[in-house]
């Protein structure tokens, strides 16, 4: 079975620029999770979804940040306008039931100059 | 404290060793633990989870819980260079995951 699909894998782009990171878990999950790990604070959860409603955003760091599941199998992750701090790798994750191991994609690494 | 302690190393082992990664936890209600390993440039791989005290085995890795002293432990026998990654434990309480910041491994040939 396909695993959890981030795209892009890369996105090197300016301060103040719209930036959209997208997800497709694996089939049949219901919970969605987006992560952002850095070296100094590890892996941080921002927001996950279930059933393609948003259940904590907690962890959105700012307004700037946004997420949206439209349908079981998508799922974005905005940050409209971006800066430099927002540089960090991007993970999604998803699971069955939201208290049982998650799987990870390869992640969006995202430089923001 | 934190949730969820772990020792960042970096750690060093000669292949074939017994290596060890180790995580305390403050939270005795945590029922999941997880351990993930992560390739540089990578998404974190779920490696092995457990549900209760005691140990867990897959070939060469074993998973060790001590919830009495809130304690989890990894250990790799006749460890290989393809070991080589971060080690990262988790643990949980319902639907909230806590992560360690991971302990970089490198198995040298």
């Known amino acids: 079975d396909a695993g959890v699909i981030q795209s892009p894998r890369h996105e090197v782009t300016e301060m103040g620029q719209e930036v959209t990171l997208r997800c497709k878990p694996i089939?049949?999950?219901?919970?969605l999770f987006w992560y952002r790990q850095t070296m100094m604070r590890g892996l941080e959860l921002l927001i996950y979804?279930?059933?393609?409603?948003?259940?904590?955003d907690s962890g959105m760091p700012e307004d700037r940040f946004s997420a949206k599941m439209p349908n079981a199998s998508f799922s974005t992750l905005k940050i409209q306008p971006s800066e430099p701090r927002d540089s960090a790798v991007y993970f999604c994750?998803?699971?069955?039931?939201?208290?049982?191991?998650?799987?990870f994609g390869d992640g969006t690494r995202l430089s923001i100059l | 404290q934190k949730e969820v302690e772990q020792d960042p190393g970096p750690l060093s082992v000669p292949e074939g060793a017994i290596v060890s990664l180790n995580c305390t936890y403050s939270n005795s209600a945590f029922q999941y633990f997880m351990w993930y390993r992560q390739y540089s440039r990578k998404g974190p791989e779920l490696l092995m989870y457990t549900y209760s005290s005691g140990n867990k085995e897959d070939g060469r890795f074993t998973a060790q819980v001590d919830k009495s002293s809130k304690y989890i432990s990894l250990f790799i026998r006749d460890s290989q260079p393809s070991d080589s990654a971060t080690y990262l434990c988790a643990m949980n309480w319902g639907n909230q995951f806590y992560f360690g910041t991971g302990t970089s491994l490198t198995v040298i040939p």
């Open positions: 994750a998803s699971s069955k039931e939201g208290y049982q191991p998650q799987h």
């Open positions: 979804f279930n059933n393609n409603v948003p259940i904590d």
């Open positions: 089939s049949g999950h219901d919970y």
